[in-house]
């Protein structure tokens, strides 16, 4: 009898010691799964994983938004330490960033959880903020990438410039309607036809907007231009003064004052509109905030110098109000934006 449960004991032990070892196995074989399909830019399948943590999903994220950290650590490092005529974020603007659309923001919204749900506590926490200030960068630069290229065409190379000033007529458009937002002036010059359309309502949206219709005219070269060369931009009085809003390649048909016209669909966050200058400067701001948490490599460095880089020579007028270790020193504004753009 003793040597039956002893049998039986010696069997059950074996059993779990086996059972244990292909759990180990099998966790394993998943995060081994989980790694070469993040690898292979099997995003999707990453963030179906049961066994894929925060950093792995965080980067699915990203890639399923266009984006790979390697790829965007290169750029920015070879920014920082380039000779080039450029400024980085022109280089970034015209061979980082492609035609953003909704889902790319939205994903770079998914990849910012994921690395902020990483505890400080945890192993990982330095390498999720590093990669947070990656995230937060890319989104300043797609917001603007998007509201300069929202009729569709991701060029930012002057193939339509009808008024012959070496300028992208979709760039001169938003900067017409920066320096509007700015309530300095109430046009841009005789080669720009513009309509100020009040009280502009859009399907899907409660709020009221200002709609602003550009048109550049001239004789120059028209490829790439939408119909009439006639860009649509929505405006949004915040605190008295109003702001260029930031919209998305989709288009929302209005529904007040007039029916049958559209609009690029504003971008909204709890229904309160999100203004460009403003967005792409708490974006910055993040980005380099969480970069100085990160800080310990030399790769760091260059990536954060980059980032520095960007809000120093685009938001900080005079140089010397910029305090490198205080992001919020100085404020992108929509007429700092616009002359940015007229540098591209």
Request: with cysteine; hydrophobic share 35%; glycine share 6%.
């Amino acid at each position: 009898m003793n040597k039956v449960r002893t049998y039986i004991l010696l069997a059950a032990s074996v059993s779990l010691l086996f059972l244990g070892c292909s759990k180990k196995s099998s966790d394993e074989a998943c995060q081994h799964e989980t790694t070469m399909n993040l690898d292979q830019g099997n995003y999707d399948a990453v963030l179906s994983s049961g066994c894929a943590d925060a950093m792995q999903r965080g980067a699915a994220y990203f890639g399923k938004a266009g984006f790979d950290i390697a790829n965007v650590i290169n750029r920015f490092s070879e920014a920082n330490n380039s000779s080039s005529a450029q400024s980085p974020l022109t280089i970034y603007m015209t061979s980082l960033i492609g035609q953003p659309t909704n889902e790319t923001l939205t994903n770079l919204d998914a990849s910012r959880n994921e690395y902020t749900g990483v505890p400080s506590s945890a192993e990982s926490y330095l390498d999720a903020q590093f990669n947070l200030g990656l995230v937060d960068a890319m989104k300043g630069l797609t917001l603007l990438k998007l509201v300069i290229s929202v009729e569709g065409t991701a060029a930012l190379d002057k193939q339509c410039d009808m008024n012959t000033n070496n300028s992208a007529d979709g760039v001169d458009a938003v900067t017409c309607a920066l320096l509007l937002t700015s309530g300095t002036i109430t046009t841009c010059g005789p080669e720009y036809v513009i309509t100020r359309v009040p009280n502009v309502t859009v399907q899907g949206s409660s709020t009221t907007y200002e709609g602003l219709i550009t048109q550049v005219t001239g004789t120059g070269s028209a490829l790439a231009c939408p119909l009439n060369n006639t860009y649509y931009r929505l405006l949004y009085s915040n605190a008295g003064s109003s702001v260029l809003v930031t919209s998305t390649s989709q288009s929302c048909a209005e529904t007040s004052p007039t029916t049958g016209r559209s609009w690029p669909c504003p971008l909204e966050s709890g229904g309160i509109p999100l203004g460009l200058a403003n967005s792409f400067d708490e974006s910055l701001n993040g980005s380099i905030s969480a970069m100085n948490t990160a800080l310990t490599t030399t790769a760091a460095s260059d990536v954060e110098s980059s980032i520095r880089d960007i809000k120093q020579q685009n938001c900080c007028t005079p140089p010397e109000t910029w305090d490198p270790d205080n992001p919020a020193s100085c404020t992108c504004s929509a007429p700092d934006l616009a002359a940015y753009l007229q540098t591209l």
